[in-house]
């Protein structure tokens, strides 16, 4: 069974394992880390939230929304691998976030140290991120839009995550205070620095070898 699962994805064992555990610490950190801190998240999530505030939209809708949407564009640059690979890393993050969520935080609130949340949340996010995407896929839409951008940019997977998230939280200045999202960035900076220590191997269709160092 498991050697046919891992022909049907076309990944290694330790690949599996990988993209399993990346996709698990990204759920613990956000229920353990960012949640009781209150640090907001940049990405879809964040741009679902933006959309909720300014016009109402429920996010609950417009994440799977805008996560589809994502999901088909980088179908079109990478193949059904990808997608394969991607659906496992999705639904691991979901049910992790999900059981997560009912067992409640098991770490001691960072609510009023934000700078050590933002440090320690951007460390296990960047961690959980880039063992998924060394394995050429994404545990959810922002990642594979990251994927996109930089393929079609040729930038570095790291500069990519950067910039799609500084754009979200500076939109989000519509409605968060100054304060509160200079400590997104300091997270999503540290993510970003994480990630980029991952080398992405090329997934299927793409062209272009992907380096998070570039």
Excluded: W
Aim: aromatic share 10%.
């Amino acid at each position: 069974m498991l050697n046919r699962t891992l022909n049907f994805l076309k990944v290694s064992k330790r690949g599996l394992i990988n993209i399993i555990l990346g996709a698990i610490i990204m759920a613990f950190t956000i229920v353990n880390v960012h949640d009781p801190a209150q640090i907001t998240e940049g990405g879809i999530l964040g741009l679902a939230m933006l959309s909720y505030k300014v016009l109402d939209f429920n996010p609950s809708i417009m994440t799977p929304i805008l996560d589809l949407l994502c999901f088909a564009f980088a179908f079109t640059f990478f193949g059904k691998n990808f997608l394969k690979k991607t659906a496992v890393a999705s639904l691991v993050f979901s049910f992790s976030y999900k059981l997560f969520m009912l067992a409640g935080p098991i770490m001691p609130s960072m609510y009023n140290y934000p700078l050590m949340a933002a440090i320690v949340g951007g460390i296990g996010i960047g961690v959980g991120c880039g063992l998924v995407i060394i394995q050429g896929c994404a545990a959810g839409g922002d990642d594979a839009l990251v994927f996109i951008i930089s393929k079609r940019f040729s930038i570095g997977m790291s500069k990519a995550y950067l910039i799609t998230d500084i754009v979200v939280l500076i939109l989000s200045l519509i409605y968060i205070p100054f304060g509160r999202i200079l400590f997104s960035v300091v997270t999503t900076i540290v993510s970003s620095v994480m990630v980029g220590q991952f080398e992405v191997r090329k997934p299927e269709k793409a062209s272009l070898q992907l380096t998070v160092n570039s």
